[in-house]
């Protein structure tokens, strides 16, 4: 039976969520599958894959065939790095403890990457918000401004008028007299 590691779609329209599955081949894509070996969700930044390293191994290990999309997703979460050093163990390169190491390094400095990613991420988000509420507090004295400019014109027309209506009986008695 042709093994396949691959993507099932769940989610809803627009917003996809993947289960990793190890699934015969002829099956339909989002049918009956042997093992679920993980999750991915691309809507979150980064992409959040959970994956069951081991099992991952053990079923590439029996001849199961990534598609390419699950190969990079594998890969990413290092699958395929664990299968290469235990062939080197298998051969005799390598001993377990030095297999282990290797992992073990390798999945450090990618979380260090990981995290750098995000808390790049959380800074450049924070300076587009410091950004935003600098240009609004801008746009708010501005308004304010107007406002204060606009009371005063108020305040000055009524006067003006008071004046105007003052001075034209005045003008008037003149021209009486």
């Known amino acids: 039976m042709p093994v396949k590691i691959r993507l099932q779609r769940h989610g809803k329209k627009g917003k996809p969520f993947y289960w990793v599955v190890a699934a015969d081949s ?38 199961a065939q990534p598609t390419d999309t699950a190969r990079a997703i594998l890969s990413y979460k290092g699958v395929m790095l664990k299968k290469h050093l235990l062939v080197g163990l298998r051969k005799g390169a390598l001993t377990e403890e030095q297999v282990e190491e290797k992992f073990n390094a390798w999945l450090e400095e990618k979380e260090g990457k990981i995290s750098a990613k995000v808390s790049g991420l959380d800074e450049e988000k924070a300076k587009a918000k410091a950004e935003a509420l600098k240009a609004e507090k801008e746009i708010n004295e501005a308004r304010a401004k107007a406002a204060a400019e606009a009371e005063v014109v108020e305040e000055e027309a009524p006067a003006a008028e008071a004046e105007a209506e003052g001075e034209a009986p005045a003008a008037e008695e003149k021209a009486a007299e």
Do not use: C, H, M
């Not at 042997?34 to 979150?44: A, F, I, S, V, W």
């Open 26 to 63: 002829r099956a339909k894509r989002d049918g009956k599958f042997l093992e679920k070996l993980g999750t991915y969700n691309p809507n979150t930044n980064p992409a959040s894959i959970d994956l069951d390293i081991d099992g991952s191994v053990k079923w590439l290990q029996n001849g």
